[in-house]
């Protein structure tokens, strides 16, 4: 089985160069619209280990989920009907909060503490974001301040909608960095395991573009892929001494199973039915396993639950450090 060419990952490779406009960051909530009857609790998804999606050896891919987040894509900035917007908000504090108080900006030149740039927490950040979907928090990033962010997803679908949606006048990522123009480069149906092994092999045009990423994020992803671990661990081979991981999933547990498929999928109807598999869930101590294995460098730096507030049917979240039983964000430092 042949590895992917550098060809394909170059014709499904398109750059974005925009102005970051910071004074606008815009997030958004909403839910998504779905009706079913309650079906079989434990019964596993359609979805196969044995599904591929290229013929590659370096595959981490179910075919029918990215089939099944292909068919989201021309809603994926709906707030009526993306559940990820409402929660975009409190996943970009977490990591804009971990970065100040692990990374920093480091000691700001005279000039530099007179610009407006500098103040961005996430300024400088050279930023690689795990499975994109149609880019909500690939431009959060880069509104941030990012002075380059990588949009990667195995849909090639849903990377198209992050592209137009990049260019899109209302939601344009516009707006001044420090060294100029922010970047955002959108890649389309890759893995991570496929990316990392081209990344590190071959030359890209610009040297800087080799550099490996001070911040890697992963968030709503592992519970979608058949081998997680490998997710994981390619994801940390970019990452930068001192770079940070952050990985967010839905936790195995009957809380979880009850809020985010009974009730969620099957009496709500906020989620598609199908969205999700409870035995695809993991708790945070499965996630550090999978990040330590044969990774003495990582540690742990943060973990927060993410939780729905009453009334919630309006999809408002909130960060609660001591409630990880649904939803969770964890961070993992490269030393």
């Not at 917007?85 to 971990?98: C, E, L």
């Amino acid at each position: 089985m042949a590895m992917v060419t550098a060809a394909r990952l170059k014709n499904s490779h398109v750059t974005v160069r925009a102005h970051c406009n910071t004074s606008s960051l815009r997030l958004f909530c909403g839910r998504l619209d779905g009706r079913s009857r309650i079906k079989s609790a434990f019964a596993r998804s359609s979805s196969s280990i044995s599904d591929k999606y290229v013929n590659n050896e370096q595959s981490n891919a179910s075919q029918s989920e990215v089939n099944k987040f292909s068919s989201f894509a021309s809603n994926w900035w709906d707030s009526r009907s993306n559940p990820l917007v409402g929660m975009n908000p409190i996943r970009v504090k977490f990591i804009r909060d971990v970065v100040h108080d692990y990374q920093g900006n480091g000691t700001p030149s005279e000039e530099s503490q007179r610009s407006t740039c500098h103040q961005l927490p996430l300024h400088n950040k050279n930023i690689l974001d795990i499975g994109c979907g149609g880019g909500l928090l690939t431009e959060s990033l880069c509104r941030l301040g990012a002075s380059r962010v990588v949009g990667l997803d195995a849909s090639a679908k849903v990377v198209d909608v992050a592209k137009v949606h990049s260019f899109h006048e209302s939601s344009r990522v516009a707006g001044l960095n420090c060294s100029g123009l922010t970047t955002i480069d959108y890649v389309g149906g890759v893995t991570v395991e496929e990316f990392a092994t081209k990344w590190r092999s071959e030359p890209q045009p610009n040297e800087s573009q080799n550099e490996l990423f001070d911040v890697i994020t992963a968030l709503e992803v592992v519970e979608h892929v058949p081998n997680p671990s490998s997710l994981l661990q390619a994801a940390i081979s970019l990452l930068k001494p001192s770079g940070i991981l952050f990985v967010s999933t839905i936790n195995r547990t009957m809380k979880s199973y009850g809020m985010a498929i009974v009730a969620a999928e099957y009496i709500s109807g906020k989620v598609p039915v199908g969205t999700h598999n409870w035995e695809q869930f993991f708790s945070p101590k499965e996630i550090e396993t999978m990040i330590h294995a044969g990774n003495s460098s990582m540690r742990n730096v943060s973990l927060s639950g993410m939780v729905l507030r009453p009334p919630f049917i309006n999809m408002q979240w909130s960060l609660n450090p001591s409630d990880t039983d649904i939803n969770w964000i964890g961070a993992y430092q490269k030393e």
